[in-house]
Nanobody, 129 residues
Framework: QVQFVESGGGLVQPGGSLRLSCAAS????????IGWFRQAPGMEREGVAC????????FYADSMKGRFTISRNNAKNSVYLKINSLKTEDTGVYYC??????????????????????WGQGNQVTVSS
């Protein structure tokens, strides 16, 4: 069975930190580019951060740089998104996704396109005091 299971969401106060995780089963993340996406209330899904399969290069949306960190642990077949200094506007549903390890560029465009093979189930993050 192919699974991509998210965890780590929840309610967090502004200024706090959170780490989201996605764990893969049935396929090896080492061979896949991985992305994190966010869908805020009333807004379209946007790419947050991506990491390449080739050399673990990371790419961030401009507004995410500095506070968001994507990382991968191939030994654990997992990917993470660490968010620091959370803001209320970070509220939304966060999704992990995976696709084959082709080169998609050197910018947040690395997260672009609609050919992602696997998606996590979504992880609600609510930032509120």
């Amino acid at each position: 069975q192919v699974q991509f299971v998210e965890s780590g969401g929840g309610l967090v106060q502004p200024g706090g930190s959170l780490r989201l995780s996605c764990a893969a089963s049935g396929f090896s993340l080492a061979s896949y580019n991985i992305g994190w996406f966010r869908q805020a209330p009333g807004m379209e899904r946007e790419g947050v951060a991506c990491v390449s399969a080739y050399d673990s290069s990371t790419f961030y949306a401009d507004s995410m740089k500095g506070r968001f960190t994507i990382s991968r642990n191939n030994a654990k077949n997992s990917v993470y998104l660490k968010i620091n200094s959370l803001k209320t506007e970070d509220t939304g549903v966060y999704y992990c996704a995976a696709r084959g390890g082709a080169n998609y560029g050197t910018s947040i465009d690395f997260c672009g396109g609609d050919n992602w093979s696997y998606w996590g189930q979504g992880n609600q993050v609510t930032v509120s005091s």
